[in-house]
């Protein structure tokens, strides 16, 4: 199952800034068109994982560190 297209996305200034807000975005997105299309709960949370893991693979080391807590 493949959720992302194959080209990674230009990185931009506020890449920091709206990541999370695209990953929510598209997340959130997913859940709801396979939960409204008759999805099951257990197999849309495993798919939903699954995507985490691909945007995951998406994000530069920078994006991924930026605003963690140090401690």
């Known amino acids: 199952m493949t959720f992302m297209k194959a080209s990674k996305p230009s990185m931009s200034p506020y890449a920091g800034e709206t990541a999370p807000m695209w990953i929510e975005s ?38 991924l560190g930026y605003a963690v807590r140090a401690g």
């Open 26 to 63: 598209t997340v959130v997105g997913y859940i709801t068109r396979e939960m409204t299309g008759g999805g099951r709960a257990t197999t849309v949370s495993r798919e939903a994982l699954v995507l985490l893991d691909e945007i995951e693979e998406l994000l530069s080391d920078r994006v």
